[in-house]
Structures are given as structure tokens and as C-alpha cells.
């Protein structure tokens, strides 16, 4: 028996959540049983312990948990033996297959990624899905030439789970970030992650009056979209990129095609979810390469599989900073 945080909900009625011990037979079927060390708090768990499951989740009883790293127990998959340290991101887990808020879960093969040399299943989830996406967001704007030196990239949301971290990312190969945000009480944790300039939101975040102004961010990681998207399009250097990775601003984009057509410019979306996987292998070992892990302990909070309920509350509200790494055997 071991435990897990049970999303139940009956007919029409709320969702509620409760900690209760499951055995293996209870795991759904795949070819591979991970004893889980640790998972993180995402915005789609705040959405997937809500009394509706925020349209994600697609059955009841239901372990949230987007992503998660541990050790493998058992497989019939050949690509992994027991002890074998693994980590997963996307192909909905923990939407509509049970994920990582348990201390074991069973999962398809095709979904793991070995874990890299030099990190630990912590460390992996203290940069979890959103760290993920953001290297997968830096590494397209390299693929489409950004270097160092270009201009100063831009990182919008970056107190958020992926700006935080691109930002990290981005200053630690030698780019000048410029990290925008609408709370002044993060300016000095932004500071210290390596942003080089502070953008207070509404200087981003106005109506776009015209399809292009000045030329001033050499690239780009929007985590915001919406309104913002569109006016950062409009600011581009020409033939320069945007990496485009979330919705919270919504989902409609109120620009013209003017910023493509008259200045090259590059709008990339980046979806973590069904990566293939030569790009999540990539993603990973860039990771474990480039990302400096002292910042990474400086945006990470722990806590405890008994703080999940309450922390998925606190995402969805916009209180929590930076990422929330949860040890589930604690």
C-alpha cells in the first residue's frame, strides 16, 4: 500500500480531494511502475483539484500531478530496468491519466525520458514542466539564430514557473534579459536570477496603438500571451523571434500580420506536452548543462504531499513564486 491524493467527485456534484493509501493493482495499466520522489504544483493541478477539474480532468477518482521524477521498479518495457532514474513531463499526465501526486505511478514508457547525468529527481522537478518548456522555449530561439549579444531578449510572466526560469536559463548563457512583471515584490528575486532590467507590465502590457514600434527585443519568451503578445510583436528587431508558451492572457491575438510580413519576424509555439522524444532528451540534457543550479534552489520551495491541497489553491489565486517542488514521501 502506499499513498496518494484522490480527486473524487460524485455525479454532477464538487470535486473533493483527500489523501488515501492505494495499492498497485489500483495504478491504471502501462508498461512501466516509477516509485515517485518528487512532484511540482502547475497551474493545470491548481485547475485539476478544482470542484470542476477545469475541464481537464477526464475521469474520476483522479491523481493530479502534471509531472514527476523517481526511480523505476518495475518494467516490461526493455528500455528500463529497476533502478533506472527517470522523469516525465506532458502527454497529459495527470489529466487524463493519473500523475505524479502518489508515491508510485505506472506510466507508458514512450513517456519517460532517462533522467541526465548530474541531476537529481529533485533538482528535475525543481524545474519541472515549467522548466522544461522554458528550455524547449530558449532552444527554438537558438535554432532560429538568436546568439548572445543580438539585443536584449525579453521574458514575459517571469515570476512565473517558466519565466523564472528562462530567465535563469537565458542569463546564464550570456543574454541580456529583460524580465517583465507586474508585482514590484519579485523585482529583487528577478534581480537575482539574472535579469539585467525590470519592465513594469503596463509598460508592455498597453493597447496596441500601432503594428510596429521601435526595434527593441532581440528575441523572446512570452508567458503570458493575449494583448502583451500583441504588442511585443510590434517591438521585435527584425527577423527575430518570439517563442510563445502560455495563455493566461488568453487565447485570442489582436495583431495584424505586419510585424511577419515587414520585419521577418518569427512567432513560435512551443507545446511541452507531446514532444518527441529526441527534443525532451535534448530539452533535459540542455538542462542539466545549462542551467545553473544554484539559481534553481534560489526559485524553489519544498513542501510536503499534505500541502498539495492548499498550494493548488494558492496557483490558481497567483500566490505562488517561482516553483513548488513536493516530496510525496514526506
Known amino acids: 500500500m502506499f499513498k496518494a491524493l484522490m480527486v473524487e467527485r460524485d455525479g454532477d456534484g464538487p470535486a473533493t480531494s483527500a ?18 520522489d518528487y512532484t511540482t504544483v502547475n497551474y493545470k493541478d491548481g485547475l485539476c483539484m478544482s470542484p470542476n477539474g477545469g475541464g481537464l480532468v477526464r475521469k474520476y477518482p483522479h491523481v493530479p500531478g502534471i509531472d514527476f521524477a523517481g526511480t523505476v521498479e518495475a518494467s516490461s518495457d526493455d528500455r528500463y530496468k529497476a533502478g533506472d532514474k527517470v522523469v516525465l513531463t506532458g502527454w497529459r499526465v495527470g ?17 519517460l525520458v532517462p533522467l541526465p547525468d548530474g541531476l537529481t529527481p529533485r533538482q528535475a522537478m525543481a524545474v519541472g514542466t515549467a522548466g522544461f518548456t522554458a528550455m524547449l522555449a530558449v532552444m527554438a530561439l537558438e535554432d532560429h539564430g538568436l546568439k548572445p549579444g543580438h ?16 530567465t535563469a536559463i537565458l542569463s546564464n548563457l550570456g543574454y541580456e534579459v529583460a524580465a517583465v512583471t507586474g ?6 528575486y528577478l534581480k537575482d536570477l539574472g535579469a539585467t532590467t525590470i519592465v513594469p ?85 540542455r538542462v542539466a548543462k545549462d542551467l545553473p543550479m544554484d539559481k534553481l534552489e534560489e526559485m524553489m520551495v ?26 510525496v514521501n514526506a
Not at 539585443?151 to 528562462?166: C, H, K, R
Not at 508585482?183 to 529583487?188: D, F, L, M, Q, V
Not at 510536503?304 to 516530496?327: F, H, N, T, Y
Request: charged share 25%; with cysteine; proline share 5%.
Open 19 to 36: 489523501i488515501r493509501e492505494i495499492s498497485e493493482d489500483d495504478l491504471p495499466e502501462a508498461e512501466v511502475l516509477v516509485a515517485v
Open 95 to 111: 489529466e487524463a491519466h493519473w500523475g505524479g501526486y502518489a508515491q508510485k505511478a505506472r506510466v507508458k514508457a514512450d513517456w
Open 151 to 166: 539585443g536584449p531578449v525579453l521574458v514575459t510572466g517571469a515570476a512565473g514557473g517558466v519565466g523564472s526560469v528562462a
Open 183 to 188: 508585482r514590484p515584490e519579485t523585482e529583487s
Open 201 to 285: 507590465r503596463e509598460e508592455i502590457n498597453e493597447t496596441v496603438k500601432r503594428p510596429l514600434e521601435s526595434e527593441t527585443w532581440a528575441g523572446c519568451v512570452d508567458a503570458v500571451g493575449g494583448d502583451m503578445l500583441a504588442r511585443v510583436l510590434g517591438q521585435m528587431k527584425y527577423g527575430a523571434s518570439v517563442s510563445a508558451v502560455g495563455l493566461a492572457g488568453g487565447a485570442k491575438l489582436p495583431a495584424t500580420v505586419v510585424p511577419f510580413l515587414l520585419r521577418g519576424v518569427n512567432l513560435l509555439g512551443i507545446d511541452s506536452v507531446m514532444q518527441p522524444y529526441e527534443n525532451r532528451l535534448r530539452a533535459w540534457e
Open 302 to 327: 519544498e513542501a510536503k504531499m499534505s500541502d498539495l491541497p492548499g498550494l493548488c489553491e494558492d496557483i490558481l489565486k497567483g500566490q505562488v513564486k517561482g516553483r513548488v517542488v513536493a516530496d
